[in-house]
């Protein structure tokens, strides 16, 4: 069944939302509301899709450009209510065949029911279908108006709502087929003597039916599909809703979630079968999770790629690479372009930055690894920093195989240790260390004999000293 067109309002001014980002680019689950629509739509396959911009028109533009560069835009200038979008919409359009309209602000929207409404549309020959849902708490939609046969006879603002009206529970989800043809006959005719004084596409409806179209109301079970977002208490509650069918799918698909009220996947991841989500776990991005990774509790990836076996424990980490079998955490922090090989550890307290960690190689305790190129089976002591700030410009460092980076190492870049090197603890390293040598670079102790009792007398430290055993020994 091919469908013609695809119109998707997105020029309103979202006064409610007060921010300064358009409505349609606030997100949830990853993705901008706009975005959501657009992927419902994309199952469609519609031959053209436009979307009217007007607020924030460069913002949304630049998005669109970004996430679905076919689209074509139609500019609203000045907000004259959704039936004024759509006329604009249509302006310079050939009507044929069957167009879609939506708003920008309905995320929820599934393609599955978009594709359930085109199909009663065409199978019923109909002028127009809309598609409705029955809310607990209808406040702020437009209701839906049946006549004595059940029939849809037109649709009325909350602010154009009687009593009586305003009772209803069913309605408008501002999504609608229409024939093409038809619409393009009929939206000349709106006039804007109501509450908004806008032009509202809802009233098209009423048009067509007068003009003797036969219109279909279809209400959908899951009314949470049609939930607007106009304020930011509706985009928490969507939030809330994408999170649970997010998570429900991936619960379904084999992931084990321990608690998906804490578990937020942003709906661009991909995370396989076997895959463990523990309490307080946010997943964003493109990530991608293979089998038998368990990822928390509390641990935040955004844009990550994350093999088989691995574990992140409490750990943040952005556009990073985690290895097979690799373990992360707890409170690590891992930045862009951090690649850990198979096997590989980054341990408690450490930090990276563009650098690679070869396959065996760890990173156990509390050490910053900037800018980094480490082999493989080597390992940093606790407290290591890769110096690679000269307070102008960065620089690397290059650690070979299996080589002992000595604890509280400071190793200045640009520097290489050679494969098989050593640096003793508490070295400053600023020459290269050849491989199989050990690089020192640290002052020799000496200890100053008796200085506690000369210099710190009556103190506890001279008591411990003066009857500690050995401390009549000349230096
Ligand atoms: C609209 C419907 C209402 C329905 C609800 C569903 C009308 C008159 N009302 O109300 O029946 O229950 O959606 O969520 O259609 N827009 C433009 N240009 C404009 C005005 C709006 O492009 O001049 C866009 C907005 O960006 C938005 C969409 O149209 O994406 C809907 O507008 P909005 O103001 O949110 O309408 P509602 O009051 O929610
Ligand atoms: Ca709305």
Same mark, same amino acid.
């Given at each position: 069944?091919?469908?013609?067109?695809?119109?998707?309002?997105?020029?309103?001014?979202?006064?409610?939302?007060?921010?300064?980002?358009?409505?349609?680019? +606030?997100?949830?689950?990853?993705?901008?509301?706009?975005?959501?629509?657009?992927?419902?739509?994309?199952?469609?396959?519609?031959?053209?899709?436009?979307?009217?911009?007007?607020?924030?028109?460069?913002?949304?533009?630049?998005?669109?450009?970004?996430?679905?560069?076919?689209?074509?835009?139609?500019?609203?200038?000045?907000?004259?209510?959704?039936?004024?979008?759509?006329?604009?919409?249509?302006?310079?359009?050939?009507?044929? /065949?069957?167009?879609?309209?939506?708003?920008?602000?309905?995320?929820?929207?599934?393609?599955?029911?978009?594709?359930?409404?085109?199909? &009663?549309? +065409?199978? /019923?020959?109909?002028?127009?279908?809309?598609?409705?849902?029955? +809310?607990?708490?209808?406040?702020?939609?437009?209701?839906?108006?049946?006549?004595?046969?059940?029939? %849809?006879?037109?649709?009325?603002?909350?602010?154009?709502?009687?009593?009586?009206?305003?009772?209803?529970?069913?309605?408008?989800?501002?999504?609608?087929?229409?024939?093409?043809?038809?619409?393009?006959?009929?939206?000349?005719?709106?006039?804007?003597?109501?509450?908004?004084?806008?032009?509202?596409?809802?009233?098209?409806?009423?048009?067509?039916?007068?003009?003797? /179209?036969? =219109?279909?109301?279809?209400?959908?079970?899951?009314?949470?599909?049609?939930?607007?977002?106009?304020?930011?208490?509706?985009?928490?509650?969507?939030?809330?809703?994408?999170?649970?069918?997010?998570?429900?799918?991936?619960?379904?698909?084999?992931?084990?979630?321990?608690?998906?009220?804490?578990?937020?996947?942003?709906?661009?991841?991909?995370?396989?079968?076997?895959?463990? %989500?523990?309490?307080?776990?946010?997943?964003?991005?493109?990530?991608?999770?293979?089998?038998?990774?368990? =990822? &928390?509790?509390?641990?935040?990836?955004?844009?990550?790629?994350?093999?088989?076996?691995?574990?992140?424990?409490?750990?943040?980490?952005?556009?990073?690479?985690?290895?097979?079998?690799?373990?992360?955490?707890?409170?690590?922090?891992?930045?862009?372009?951090?690649?850990?090989?198979?096997?590989?550890?980054?341990?408690?307290?450490?930090?990276?930055?563009?650098?690679?960690?070869?396959?065996?190689?760890?990173?156990?305790?509390?050490?910053?690894? /900037?800018?980094?190129?480490?082999?493989?089976?080597?390992?940093? &002591?606790?407290?290591?920093?890769?110096?690679?700030?000269?307070?102008?410009?960065?620089?690397?460092?290059?650690?070979?195989?299996?080589?002992?980076?000595?604890?509280?190492?400071? %190793?200045?870049?640009?520097?290489?240790?050679?494969?098989?090197?050593?640096?003793?603890?508490?070295?400053?390293?600023?020459?290269?260390?050849?491989? &199989?040598?050990?690089?020192?670079?640290?002052?020799?102790?000496?200890?100053?004999?008796?200085?506690?009792?000369?210099?710190?007398?009556?103190?506890?430290?001279?008591?411990?000293?003066?009857?500690?055993?050995?401390?009549?020994?000349?230096?």
């Amino acid at each position: 069944m091919s469908l013609d067109t695809v119109v998707i309002l997105a020029a309103g001014e979202g006064t409610r939302m007060k921010s300064q980002t358009p409505k349609v680019l +606030h997100s949830i689950a990853g993705r901008s509301l706009l975005g959501h629509v657009l992927a419902a739509c994309e199952t469609l396959n519609p031959q053209q899709l436009r979307v009217v911009v007007g607020s924030g028109r460069e913002k949304v533009e630049a998005h669109l450009k970004e996430i679905a560069p076919k689209v074509t835009t139609v500019f609203q200038e000045h907000r004259g209510g959704t039936g004024h979008a759509a006329q604009l919409a249509l302006a310079d359009l050939t009507p044929q /065949g069957t167009i879609l309209i939506l708003a920008g602000d309905t995320p929820m929207l599934t393609g599955e029911s978009l594709a359930q409404l085109l199909e &009663g549309h +065409h199978a /019923g020959g109909f002028t127009a279908s809309v598609l409705t849902a029955e +809310h607990p708490d209808p406040t702020g939609y437009g209701r839906i108006i049946r006549g004595d046969d059940g029939s %849809l006879v037109r649709i009325v603002e909350e602010k154009d709502a009687d009593e009586f009206e305003k009772a209803i529970e069913e309605v408008n989800s501002g999504v609608y087929a229409f024939d093409a043809v038809k619409l393009a006959g009929a939206i000349g005719k709106l006039r804007n003597d109501n509450a908004q004084g806008e032009l509202y596409l809802t009233d098209v409806i009423e048009i067509l039916r007068n003009d003797g /179209g036969k =219109i279909a109301a279809v209400c959908i079970d899951d009314f949470t599909e049609t939930l607007g977002v106009n304020d930011r208490v509706q985009l928490a509650e969507a939030e809330a809703l994408l999170r649970d069918r997010t998570n429900e799918k991936l619960m379904r698909s084999g992931v084990t979630i321990v608690d998906p009220t804490t578990t937020w996947v942003s709906v661009e991841a991909t995370i396989a079968q076997d895959v463990t %989500l523990l309490p307080g776990t946010v997943i964003g991005g493109k990530s991608t999770i293979a089998t038998g990774a368990v =990822i &928390g509790p509390r641990s935040y990836l955004v844009d990550c790629t994350v093999a088989s076996g691995a574990e992140v424990k409490e750990s943040h980490a952005t556009s990073a690479v985690i290895g097979e079998n690799a373990s992360v955490g707890p409170f690590t922090y891992l930045r862009p372009g951090t690649n850990l090989g198979a096997n590989t550890r980054a341990g408690a307290f450490v930090e990276m930055k563009n650098a690679t960690l070869g396959d065996g190689s760890k990173v156990p305790h509390l050490s910053y690894v /900037g800018d980094a190129t480490i082999g493989e089976g080597s390992n940093i &002591g606790a407290a290591t920093i890769f110096v690679n700030y000269d307070g102008v410009e960065k620089h690397h460092t290059t650690v070979g195989d299996h080589v002992r980076i000595g604890s509280d190492s400071m %190793l200045v870049a640009p520097v290489t240790i050679g494969d098989g090197a050593y640096t003793a603890a508490g070295s400053v390293i600023t020459e290269d260390v050849p491989a &199989g040598a050990m690089g020192v670079g640290r002052a020799k102790q000496r200890n100053v004999i008796g200085w506690v009792l000369r210099k710190r007398p009556g103190t506890k430290s001279a008591e411990a000293a003066a009857s500690a055993p050995s401390t009549d020994q000349e230096g």
